[in-house]
């Protein structure tokens, strides 16, 4: 199983980083740069209300079925109908909700029509990651690692083709149009493949049958939303509580960005973790050794990418952004160190869900919720985004320590499993050595980027030698060496 996570990992990463770098970097951040300034941000404070509600939309229906097909890949086929049938009547009740709660908060006139496009794109990224569970569900994962890239390859194509030859034609409801359709067609296209591997093809309609899947994803859908709500809730308090809210949000977005492209990764893996989990707790079969690989492997690799960002926020976020200020920085250094956290969360999130643990996490997310909204209202109208970002990692890392020693309790794994000295051995070594090559930035003897790169290959070296990732195991375990 160590070896069928690693193969996959290594497609959906290298798929990913390469096509959704590209995206963030070359599309996104471009179109960030040329927009006015606020208008980015009211889009990416509009696609956070979206996610908070997407809970509707999706209610647990994509954790449950990652999780249920992974153990019974027969049922696939009796259930795919009905699943596809309540997902059009949640969408409904989605946007039926989401309307009246996006008058509530003040949202008017053109932005109403931001909100709907806003609103559309979480739907058909809703139905996206339910119709990818099917295929990572039934084993799949080669398949699926092609569809995880189809979206952002259509954004490259058409956004990328507007800065190019008429950067002047775009607007912030253009931008947010094409993204809608690329989701749409991404989703057309999945029903097309999903469908041709079934009996029956037409949606079904059965209110037996949707009160059993209701009641299946409803702990899902309750974590879903609890998750959501301590990670996207800043995003909307931001823009709608600051004088400066749709620009404040332009910055907040713009490091937020850099932890979205780490955070796919990390994501990706969960995702592939969770049916993994899920096989081998249905089989009776250790669940250790999948444990300790994804754990240090996650939290090793985001140590890596973690240090150098904070160190260098500032010049990095100079480098990307031409609207860039010391807030933009100072938001960049809380929220790299919160991809740590977030990383454990992944995979011990995966873990849990994958057996049977929900009920007990929304617990956890709860009080992450009431965390991250009561930081946010102490801290927004004296620090601004930058004290935003430091409740997101307080938040962050308060779920992530508190799910993973729960985690060992409940399932009965000795901690010992995970190497958590050399893992703070190794965060130790990096961080001094960080603090050394900063020296020499400073005093003009080696310029930041390359100092940047070289902490990150010394991290690398640094979890061979500490034995945090076996790199002779992870070659044998790579696609052509079995």
């Known amino acids: 199983m160590v070896g069928q996570f690693f193969r996959n990992a290594l497609l959906q990463v290298s798929l990913n980083l390469l096509v959704k770098g590209v995206y963030l970097f070359a599309v996104e951040r471009v179109v960030q740069n040329i927009l006015p300034e606020g208008d980015y941000g009211l889009y990416f404070a509009l696609l956070g209300l979206g996610m908070l509600l997407q809970v509707v939309a999706d209610f647990g229906l994509q954790l449950y079925n990652s999780r249920v097909l992974a153990g019974h890949r027969q049922l696939l086929a009796k259930y795919f109908p009905y699943f596809i049938g309540l997902k059009l009547m949640l969408g409904t009740a989605f946007f039926l909700l989401l309307l009246p709660i996006g008058y509530l908060l003040g949202y008017r006139a053109a932005e109403v029509q931001l909100l709907l496009i806003a609103g559309a794109v979480q739907f058909f990224n809703s139905l996206v990651l339910y119709l990818r569970s099917n295929l990572s569900g039934l084993g799949k994962y080669a398949l699926d690692g092609w ?50 591997r079934l009996p029956r093809k ?13 009641k299946g994803g409803a702990p899902y859908a309750l974590a879903v939303f609890l998750a959501t709500a301590y990670t996207r809730t800043d995003a909307i308090m931001i823009e709608r509580l600051l004088a400066d809210g749709p620009a404040a949000a332009d910055h907040y977005a713009a490091s937020y960005r850099l932890l979205d492209a780490l955070n796919m990764i990390g994501w990706l893996l969960a995702g592939l973790l969770i049916p993994m989990y899920a ?48 807030r933009t920085g100072q938001i960049l250094f809380f929220l790299a ?60 890392g308060f779920v992530a320590v508190t799910q993973a020693a729960l985690a060992h309790r409940w399932l009965s794994l000795p ?56 790199f002779r195991k992870l070659l044998e375990l790579a696609p052509g060496q079995q």
């Not at 939290?299 to 031409?322: N, R």
């Open 147 to 196: 569809f995880s890239i189809l979206d952002k390859s259509l954004m490259i194509l058409t956004v990328g083709g507007i800065l190019l030859y008429v950067p002047e034609e775009l607007t912030i409801l253009r931008f947010a149009g094409l993204q809608l359709m690329s989701w749409a067609v991404t989703a057309a296209l999945l029903v097309l493949v999903v469908r041709d």
């Open 202 to 214: 037409l949606p079904k309609f059965s209110r037996a049958t949707f009160m059993a899947l209701l």
């Open 279 to 326: 096989r081998l707790y249905a089989q009776k079969e250790s669940l250790l050794p999948l444990l300790k690989f994804s754990v240090q492997l996650l939290l090793a690799g985001s140590v890596c990418a973690a240090i150098p960002l904070a160190l260098y926020c500032q010049e990095i976020v100079e480098l990307l952004y031409d609207f860039a200020e010391p």
């Open 337 to 396: 160190f919160s991809f740590v956290a977030q990383c454990l969360n992944y995979a011990y999130g995966a873990l849990l869900s994958a057996t049977g643990f929900i009920g007990r996490m929304n617990k956890i997310y709860a009080v992450g919720i009431a965390l991250n909204l009561g930081g946010n209202l102490l801290v927004l109208p004296y620090y601004g985004a930058p004290g935003a970002a430091a409740v997101t990692l307080l938040t962050q």
């Open 415 to 470: 901690a010992k499993t995970i190497a958590w000295g050399r893992l703070l051995l190794f965060t130790a070594l990096l961080a001094s050595c960080g603090l050394a090559l900063n020296q020499l930035v400073e005093l003009s003897v080696l310029s930041w980027l390359p100092a940047c790169l070289l902490l990150g290959f010394f991290g690398l070296a640094l979890t061979a030698v500490l034995k945090l990732i076996d």
